[in-house]
Antibody
Framework: QVQLVESGGGVVQPGRSLRLSCAASGFTFSSFAMHWVRQAPGKGLEWVSLIAYDGINKFYADSVKGRFTISRDNSKSTLFLQLDSLRAEDTAVYYC??????????WGQGTPVTVSS | SYVLTQPPSVSVAPGQTARISCGGNNIGSKSVHWYQQRPGQAPVLVVYDDNDRPSGIPERFSGSHSGNTATLTISRVEAGDEADYYCQVWDSSSEYVFGTGTKVTVL
């Protein structure tokens, strides 16, 4: 069965960096595009970023463009999100999700990120 | 940017039918997807491409859309259906857009 397990979240000061990981199993990781989606406390879902199956094409929400970087290692079935220049408004649970053709067909359990001084 | 509007809450008695609306400009021309998020859990896809269900999702969940409104219908509501529900579309200008979310309460 498809499994997505995020890690790397934590508490970080504004302006600092964090790197999130998502370990995938149960499917051919290198055949699927992958996403990051976040959810601020008590708020709705917000799409963050998409990376194509081969890692070449990458897309970002305007709110994170220039600060976040998505990447993947297909040899290790792992997705990453580098979060730089973090702001208080980046505080959220970050989910990785598998692409199902412009929707999200499987989700991880999420990893929380808190940006606070 | 493209906006999807949902009612904040819907209440329904067990065994009855819940209908959750999702309003967006000409949403009838887009593929609409729906997610269920139980408290403290990750979202789960319950309807994709307007009215298809992933394996394991009961037939009680169905979707429809036309004009400026999409609807998720939950028939024969059970206590376990109590959750937040989000609609989602892909828009060429806004990329992946989620609705504002609806909390379904089973009375």
């Amino acid at each position: 069965q498809v499994q997505l397990v995020e890690s790397g979240g934590g508490v970080v000061q504004p302006g600092r960096s964090l790197r999130l990981s998502c370990a995938a199993s149960g499917f051919t990781f290198s055949s699927f595009a992958m996403h990051w989606v976040r959810q601020a406390p008590g708020k709705g879902l917000e799409w963050v970023s998409l990376i194509a199956y081969d890692g070449i094409n990458k897309f970002y929400a305007d709110s994170v463009k220039g600060r976040f970087t998505i990447s993947r290692d297909n040899s290790k079935s792992t997705l990453f999100l580098q979060l730089d220049s973090l702001r208080a408004e980046d505080t959220a649970v970050y989910y990785c999700a598998r692409d199902g053709a412009r929707y999200f067909d499987h989700w991880g359990q999420g990893t929380p990120v808190t940006v606070s001084s | 940017s493209y906006v999807l509007t949902q009612p904040p809450s819907v209440s329904v008695a067990p065994g009855q039918t819940a209908r959750i609306s999702c309003g967006g400009n000409n949403i009838g021309s887009k593929s609409v997807h729906w997610y269920q998020q139980r408290p403290g859990q990750a979202p789960v896809l319950v309807v994709y491409d307007d009215n298809d269900r992933p394996s394991g999702i009961p037939e009680r969940f169905s979707g429809s859309h036309s004009g400026n409104t999409a609807t998720l219908t939950i028939s024969r509501v059970e206590a376990g259906d109590e959750a937040d529900y989000y609609c989602q579309v892909w828009d060429s200008s806004s990329e992946y857009v989620f609705g504002t979310g609806t909390k379904v309460t089973v009375l």
